[in-house]
């Protein structure tokens, strides 16, 4: 079994097919997340951004292939996916409500193999809320803090790739800039995130690509700089 040791390998999806039942909503989804960059997938809601992450995880019917690390890896078991250093942040957080804050960090921590390079302390440092909150349970928190704690908790497994859905979605803007500053952490650590989102604004100013989906297709791909001035891109496959 592959272990996460961050060696350097791009995540390459190429004719990307998935289903929900009869409902073919993947149609053939190309993409490409190189080490170190932060790439969104942008688009509307029901273009299929959350069904390409369940994909790559293992956790619809697709076919296709997802290399990563010189393997296929499409329709591999997601703790399998896991262990091979790809984290998966749901965009319905998944925290354990009834867990104190720092035992759901635990139960993200690897075990095995070499020391995490994301530690506790990082997590204090990225989201000193969750500090002040080390002891309570996760019911009790915000959503915004939900939301820290579900990411954090992911990278206490100390991913290579973080796959991470909607992270900004009702949040504050300042909570949003803490989340964005967490993402260019990572890509400083030469981490790769394949960041899925609807705010246009934080995509532009965290990715070195993006890609839009409409109707299960890539429609765009390309640097911020050319989506800022694809206006009919932005006016028909993202904007409400």
């Not at 997601?78 to 759901?104: C, K, M, W």
């Not at 604004?201 to 911020?224: M, N, T, W």
């Amino acid at each position: 079994m592959s272990r996460p040791d961050h060696a350097v390998s791009p995540l390459i999806v190429q004719d990307l097919h998935a289903w929900y039942g009869a409902s073919h909503v993947l149609q053939g989804v190309n993409l490409t997340v190189q080490p170190g960059q932060i790439v969104a997938l942008l688009g509307r809601n029901g273009a299929g951004r959350s069904t390409t992450a369940r994909a790559l995880m293992g956790m619809v019917r697709a076919r296709g292939k997802m290399q990563w690390r010189g393997e296929q890896w499409l329709g591999r078991r997601t703790f399998d996916i896991a262990r091979a250093g790809i984290g998966y942040v749901p965009e319905s957080r998944d925290v354990f409500p009834t867990l104190t804050v720092l035992q759901n960090l635990a139960l993200g921590v690897r075990r095995g193999g070499p020391p995490s390079a994301w530690t506790m302390s990082d997590t204090w440092t990225q989201f000193p809320q969750l500090e002040r909150r080390a002891h309570t349970p996760a019911h009790a928190l915000s959503g915004g803090e939900q939301q820290m704690l579900s990411l954090s908790r992911t990278l206490m497994g100390d991913p290579a790739l973080v796959i991470i859905d909607e992270p900004t979605e009702g949040l504050a803007p300042m909570l949003v800039e803490q989340v964005a500053r967490c993402l260019e952490a990572l890509r400083d650590r030469g981490r790769s995130v394949l960041l899925i989102e609807q705010r246009l604004d934080i995509a532009l100013q965290i990715s070195s690509r993006l890609y839009v989906l409409g109707h299960g297709k890539i429609v765009f791909e390309g640097s911020p700089d050319t989506l800022r001035l694809d206006a009919a891109v932005r006016r028909d496959w993202i904007e409400l």
